[in-house]
């Protein structure tokens, strides 16, 4: 008697004679194609919670500058910092004096076009208006697609260099990055120059963020060199600067205005990035060091070496670090003079011990630490401190208005007074800790053996 199969392909064997692939029978009469068995309710829940979360954009709240001055104070008040708020510095920020970007985001399964805006609240330039409606024409589909953000670079005075990160993989988007670059050549007579970008691993490009990145960077027309405003120096195009220019291009004659420089004092300043500080002031000072470790600031500092009236100035290509610093004031030359030390941190950087004592040990005049992290600011005081250096003034810096970030440049001198509980006479002592020597108990004195010698009396000196 025939028995009814199980599965559903009744009747076929494994050598059908028609020809048709049929998975083998699993336990249970399931195949190898079969599909995916249907979820549960809770997993359709969480699958759905997670494409709604996957389209809506993380929004992250900026503060005012109102909240930041709250911030400051409370930091301030909780970890006990030394000293007064002077006056914040900052400048108006003006849309065309600042960095823009065109960026792609993938909301879900759909590629978008957005422009990041340098600060809170500002409309975009026309610039950037007329970029962003040429990318939307139909003969850059391609080229759109293989667009990951436009970078408009601002000089301060109203021009741009713009960097295009692209993964060009074919002729057609080759093509498409030519036309590009034609249009804005011919259309945007603000533009200076137009250089393309690729970065490995593949991420977004940031200045100042790049540390651990290769980029590589082809010039489609103008120079790898844009200028800083109007005030005779330039930086490279892949070299770090704030979006915001305007309170930046004045930082040189604020830090000035703090410190009150001689003529024959000597200025190093540390993580330079251009130098654009450094060169500013090597008119006040008799020598001027700069370094960082990036080939982009190199670039960027020896071409406003070459710009400067006055040969006082170097550059140093190495990291931050103890072994470079002592090597540099092992030498007769640079340990003398009045020394200003400028360590400009970025917000993920911080200074360790070892550092701070070799900063020290080098007795400098003056030591400018800005940085806008509050926790390594508070352990970077406690540093100086130790090592005999008290907080002079505290200089908080609004650098760009409208961001929700800031900066605090704190200036150090040193202990000469012995306000910190230091005697300046033993300063070079502090760190060998001199123990009292131990003292005998009362109880243990009469376990002692004690030897005394009787004089003789007047009768038995003459018996």
Not at 56 to 63: A, G, T, Y
Not at 158 to 171: P, S, T
Request: glycine letters at 6%; aromatic letters at 10%; charged letters at 25%.
């Amino acid at each position: 008697m025939y028995k009814k199969q199980n599965n559903r392909f009744s009747g076929r064997t494994a050598s059908n004679t028609m020809g048709n692939r049929i998975g083998k029978p699993l336990t249970g009469g399931k195949f190898h194609a079969s599909r995916k068995p249907d979820l549960s309710k809770e997993e359709k829940d969480r699958e759905q919670n997670e494409a709604k979360k996957a389209e809506k954009p993380v929004v992250r709240r900026i503060l005012s500058f109102d909240d930041i001055k709250a911030q400051v104070s409370a930091w301030m008040e909780n970890d006990r910092i030394p000293g007064k708020l002077q006056a914040w510095y900052t400048a108006e920020a003006i849309p065309e004096h600042s960095d823009w970007r065109i960026l792609k985001e993938f909301r879900g399964k759909q590629e978008l076009l957005t422009i990041d805006a340098p600060s809170r609240d500002m409309k975009p330039i026309e610039l950037v208006n007329r970029v962003m409606e040429q990318l939307h024409k139909e003969h850059l589909h391609i080229f759109k697609k293989a667009l990951r953000q436009i970078w408009f670079r601002a000089t301060g005075d109203g021009r741009y260099a713009i960097l295009v990160q692209v993964n060009v993989k074919g002729k057609i988007s080759a093509h498409g990055y030519k036309t590009f670059v034609s249009f804005v050549e011919r259309s945007c007579p603000e533009v200076i120059s137009c250089h393309q970008i690729q970065c490995l691993p593949d991420r977004l490009f940031d200045p100042a963020d790049a540390q651990g990145m290769k980029v590589e960077s082809k010039c489609s027309y103008g120079n790898d060199l844009m200028p800083i405003a109007g005030t005779g120096f330039c930086m490279h195009v892949l070299d770090w600067s704030p979006r915001i220019k305007d309170a930046w291009v004045g930082l040189p004659l604020r830090i000035k205005d703090a410190i009150h420089p001689n003529p024959e004092d000597r200025f190093f300043e540390f993580c330079s990035g251009p130098s654009y500080v450094s060169a500013s002031l090597a008119p006040c000072f008799k020598q001027v060091e700069a370094l960082d470790c990036r080939e982009s600031a190199m670039q960027s500092s020896k071409t406003n070496i070459r710009n400067l009236a006055t040969p006082n100035m170097r550059f140093h290509r190495s990291h931050l670090d103890a072994s470079f610093i002592s090597k540099f004031f092992s030498k007769s030359d640079n340990a003398e003079g009045r020394w200003t030390f400028y360590i400009n941190l970025n917000t993920n950087d911080t200074i360790n011990s070892e550092l701070v004592q070799t900063l020290a040990g080098s007795r400098p005049e003056r030591i400018l630490f800005q940085t806008g992290n509050l926790e390594t600011a508070s352990k970077a005081i406690k540093a100086f401190r130790n090592e005999g250096y008290m907080l002079r003034k505290n200089i908080p810096l609004y650098m760009e208005p409208g961001r929700g970030t800031f900066e605090i440049l704190f200036l150090f001198v040193p202990d000469r007074v012995g306000i910190l509980g230091q005697n300046p006479a033993l300063a070079h002592r502090s760190r060998n800790i001199q123990r009292p020597k131990e003292r005998l108990q009362r109880a243990n004195t009469s376990e002692i053996p004690h030897f005394v010698q009787k004089a003789p009396s007047f009768k038995q000196r003459k018996g």
